[in-house]
Every structure is written in structure tokens, then in C-alpha cells.
């Protein structure tokens, strides 16, 4: 038995079996994850730091076979225990090739479980792995947070604070600089991984609708109030609730979140009884929120009750020195996504794809980078980078350039990018031939 609680997901469609394992694990000293989906599971080994995964075999969509794929090629070191109902000797194999130590067959006593748990741990040293912020850097990975930089490196130091308390965080940041998945982080690192990660898009939701998705209603309360229904809040309870483009939050909702930050408590939309709740709350926006609060569109008492701890994302201009390593990044993913395993990438495309100044940040890069893929067969080109980005000059450079040599340059880039086919470049920058190689003298 461990003295220090490691963490088994457990992975199974029947939740009887789930809760079962679950009660077992319990009174073995273990910490327990759940999921009742292949792609439920795939999420808590994103991030969660998993000791040893138990998986059904016979799941609806996706089996158990592919889970065991999908964690031995990314999680190798995770030792894979199946317990399956199916008695098949085909089965057995396919699991054991696929990844799987230990094959357990249902039903099985506690004291079979718990001998092949035990035996799965003894045959690997996870549980003796320290993982600090400085390795997590240089494996250029952590929870999905890629990079090498000073700045994400302040990020990660910021996450290992907070990961374990309840402490109101805002992070501010520009689209696409990963504000969704430094909460993620702080939550699946913490201690309370285990619980609700419940994602709130503020400013995708009609104003009408907020603070009933919010708070939750009781029944006839509105006209279409049939039945009562919990809130955001209530959903995450014990766990985080992450409220993204908090900024676009009307004063009236304001006013109710305040009330839910100081008396941590809820009313539902209809009733008088307020009802105390257990969350985190993590907000994030790509607004100022202090240049709001002058202008006294969002509330200065709520500003400084949710800022308690702030973390600020850079944008990728910022931190040229992660783009390569996020490059690597999205090519991987992607590469085992589409199928295509050998992808490489031209060095003039990468040249192309550090110059750009990434306007949308992250996620601007990694949609550019997986339709590359997509529209490739074995190397990523020039041909199948975007025009905007092959066109695409620094500010900083044109600032100590003439018009002349401007435009010159312009129109090299483009015959490079055409293999040197003048008519199509006069059509691409919309000038005629003759005017083109005028430009060009």
C-alpha cells in the first residue's frame, strides 16, 4: 500500500463498475480519476499527472484498445491495466500488444485488484519522478503549454503557487496567447483535478441568458422554466469555474458576481433562498479592465476581487524564441492526426512563419499549421503557406526603407514564391508586366 497517494484513472462506460474500482482504490490508499469515455480519458492525461491507468475494453465510439494505443505512444511510462468482462483470449493479446501489463476479467475480488495494481507499480518508477517547473521547460511541454521562454517560464512559476488553493486568478491576454489553457493548468495540476473544470464563455452568450446559465432558475420562474436547473457555479462545485471575456459582462451580472465572491453563495433566478457554493473562480479577458474601470464599464470592487493573483500571456511576437518549438508542437499533433507521420517542414517556410508578426497569436499559428498539413503530402512548402504570410514584411523593416526598395523587395518576395513567374506576380499584386519590370530596373 502507498504511503504517498499516487493517481489511478479508472476508465469504463458501466458507472457501477467505475464507482466500485473507485470504493476499491479508496480503502488502497490511492487517488482516483474517472472517466466513462475514451475521450474523457484522454483529457484527464493531458492534465493530469497519471500513475497508472485501469481500462475497460468494450466502450461505445472509441474502445479501450485504442485508449491503450493512444497512451502508449504518448504516455509510455503509465503502466496500463485491463479489466474487461469479455473473456477472449484474442482480446487478451491484442490488449497486451497494444500496451497492456497486467489483464484482469470481471468479476474480480479486491484482493486480485489490488495484487495487480501493486505489481504494476513495483515494475516502474513513476512514483519516484520530481517534476519541477526547470524540467518541465526543457521537456518544452507542460499540460500542453509549450515554450522555452522567460516570460511562459514566470507563467508555469505563477501556476505552481496557485494550483493548490482556492485564490481568485485573472489572466490577461491577448487572443489566442492560451488564456483557456493556463486555467486548465491550474486546475488538472491542483488538488482539486478531480473535480468540475466547468468553461464559461462570457461573451458568447445572449445577455438574456447569462444569469439563468449562471446561477440556474427554478421551475416557473420564465416562461419555458418547466423544470429547475442548476447554474455554472453549482455545476463546478468543489472544482473551477473559469469565466473567459469576463469584460463583456453586463453591470447587472457584475453586481450579481461581486455577490458571489463575497458571501460565496448563489440565488437562482426565482427563488429567495441563496444556496453556499465551493469554487474557484478563474477570469480572463482581452479587454483593460483597469481602463474599464475609469470609464466605469465594469466594476472597480469586482476588479480587485477577482485580480487577487494576475497572470498576464505574451503574445507570440513577444516570444519569438518559443515559435520554433510550437512549430514541432502542431506539426506532431497534427501529423498523427491526419495520418501522416513523416511530415518535415522547408526551412524557408519556417524562415517565413518567424517573420510573421501572428497577429492571432497561438491559435493563429496552430490552425495555419495544421491546414499545411492538411494540404501537404510528405513536406510542408512554400507553396502551402498562406499568401498573407508570404507576403508579409515587419513593420520594423519598412520603417527604414524608401517606397522604392519596398516595393522592390515586395515584388522579389512574390516571383520567389511564384518560382519567378512574372505574369502570375503582376496578378497577385495587381499591377501589369510592364510595370513590373519597371519597378524591378
Known amino acids: 500500500m502507498s504511503l504517498i497517494k499516487q493517481k489511478i484513472l479508472i476508465v469504463d462506460d458501466n458507472y457501477d463498475m467505475l464507482n466500485l474500482i473507485q470504493r476499491h482504490l479508496k480503502s488502497f490508499n490511492y487517488h482516483s480519476y474517472r472517466a466513462s469515455s475514451v475521450n474523457e480519458a484522454i483529457d484527464v492525461l493531458k492534465y493530469t499527472d497519471i500513475d497508472l491507468l485501469i481500462t475497460d475494453l468494450n466502450m461505445p465510439e472509441i474502445n479501450g484498445i485504442e485508449l491503450l494505443k493512444y497512451a502508449e505512444e504518448h504516455y509510455p511510462l503509465i503502466p496500463k491495466l485491463v479489466v474487461t ?9 491484442t490488449a497486451l500488444k497494444s500496451g ?7 468479476p474480480f475480488t479486491s484482493n486480485e485488484l489490488e495484487k495487480a495494481i501493486d505489481a504494476l507499480l513495483a515494475k516502474t518508477n513513476l512514483r519516484h519522478l520530481i517534476t519541477t517547473v526547470d524540467s518541465l521547460i526543457h521537456n518544452n511541454d507542460y499540460l500542453g503549454i509549450v515554450g522555452s521562454s522567460k516570460q511562459l517560464k514566470k507563467v508555469l512559476e505563477i501556476i505552481e503557487r496557485v494550483k493548490d488553493n482556492k485564490v481568485n486568478v485573472l489572466i490577461e491576454g491577448e487572443s489566442g496567447t492560451g488564456k483557456e489553457l493556463v486555467a486548465k493548468a491550474i486546475h488538472y495540476k491542483g488538488s482539486f483535478a478531480n473535480m468540475p473544470f ?29 423544470e429547475s436547473k442548476i447554474g455554472f457555479f453549482q455545476a463546478a462545485s468543489g472544482g473551477t469555474i473559469f469565466l473567459d471575456e469576463i469584460g463583456t459582462a453586463s453591470l447587472a ?4 458576481l461581486l455577490r458571489v465572491l463575497q458571501e460565496k453563495e448563489i440565488t437562482k433566478i426565482g427563488s429567495r433562498n441563496a444556496e453556499k457554493i465551493n469554487v474557484r473562480i478563474i477570469c480572463a479577458t482581452n479587454c483593460d479592465l483597469q481602463q474599464m474601470v475609469l470609464e466605469g464599464t465594469f466594476r472597480e470592487d469586482l476588479y480587485y476581487r477577482i485580480n487577487v493573483v494576475n ?3 505574451t503574445p507570440l511576437r513577444d516570444k519569438k524564441e518559443d515559435l520554433v518549438l510550437l512549430i514541432n508542437n502542431f506539426i506532431k499533433k497534427y501529423s498523427i492526426e491526419y495520418n501522416k507521420p513523416s511530415i518535415t517542414i522547408d526551412e524557408k517556410v519556417i524562415e517565413i512563419l518567424l517573420r510573421y508578426s501572428w497577429p492571432g497569436n497561438v491559435r493563429e499559428l496552430e490552425n495555419i499549421i495544421q491546414r499545411m498539413i492538411i494540404m501537404c503530402d510528405d513536406v510542408i512548402n512554400i507553396q502551402h503557406v498562406p499568401d498573407a504570410l508570404k507576403y508579409h514584411v515587419p513593420e520594423e523593416k519598412i520603417l527604414f526603407k524608401s517606397l522604392k ?3 522592390k523587395e515586395q515584388i522579389i518576395k512574390v516571383l520567389t514564391a511564384v518560382s519567378n513567374n512574372k505574369t502570375q506576380a503582376a496578378k497577385i499584386l495587381q499591377i501589369d508586366r510592364k510595370t513590373l519590370n519597371h519597378k524591378l530596373s
Do not use: W
Request: aromatic fraction near 10%.
Open 311 to 313: 497572470i498576464k500571456t
Open 198 to 226: 466547468i468553461s464559461v464563455n462570457c461573451g458568447a452568450m445572449p445577455e438574456n441568458l447569462v444569469e439563468s446559465e449562471l446561477f440556474g432558475y427554478v421551475k416557473g420562474a420564465f416562461t419555458g422554466a418547466l
Open 253 to 256: 451580472v457584475q453586481t450579481r
Open 85 to 93: 468482462g469479455i473473456n477472449s483470449v484474442d482480446n487478451a493479446v
Open 100 to 106: 497492456a501489463l497486467e489483464y484482469l476479467h470481471k
Open 405 to 407: 526598395e519596398y516595393e
